[in-house]
Nanobody, 124 residues
Framework: VQLVESGGGWAQAGGSLRLSCAAS????????IGWIRQAPGKEREGVSC????????YYADSVKGRFTISSDSAKNTVYLRMNSLKPEDTAVYYC??????????????????WGRGTQVTVSS
């Protein structure tokens, strides 16, 4: 399994960024693919996930209404559009896969596969 993130960088508060995750090397019946972030000195936090079975999307309360997850099956790529960025969104963002059905974003430590991460920095 290979997950390669891109699109991180710097933005001012109120700005936007789009992250991409190119996924390859796996074929599971039921999984979610999404984004986990870790800010300095904080625990990893599940940000968003999209289910392979019904394409349902899930968001952490902290990003609802600001972030949008989407996928392009033809490109095997998942995106995270981040709008109205806040300084507290500063973190390393990881693309990750959880194998199995979900009804909410699973705990970060239960995800099965991870990318290397991409840094997002939001300045006030």
């Amino acid at each position: 399994v290979q997950l390669v993130e891109s699109g991180g960088g710097w933005a001012q508060a109120g700005g936007s960024l789009r992250l991409s995750c190119a996924a390859s090397g796996f074929s599971f019946d039921d999984y979610c693919i999404g984004w986990i972030r870790q800010a300095p000195g904080k625990e990893r936090e599940g940000v968003s996930c999209i289910s392979s079975s019904d394409r349902r999307t899930y968001y952490a309360d902290s990003v609802k209404g600001r972030f949008t997850i989407s996928s392009d099956s033809a490109k095997n790529t998942v995106y995270l559009r981040m709008n109205s960025l806040k300084p507290e969104d500063t973190a390393v963002y990881y693309c990750a896969v959880y194998i199995g059905p979900i009804s909410t974003i699973p705990p970060a430590n239960e995800f099965d596969f991870w990318g290397r991460g991409t840094q997002v920095t939001v300045s006030s």
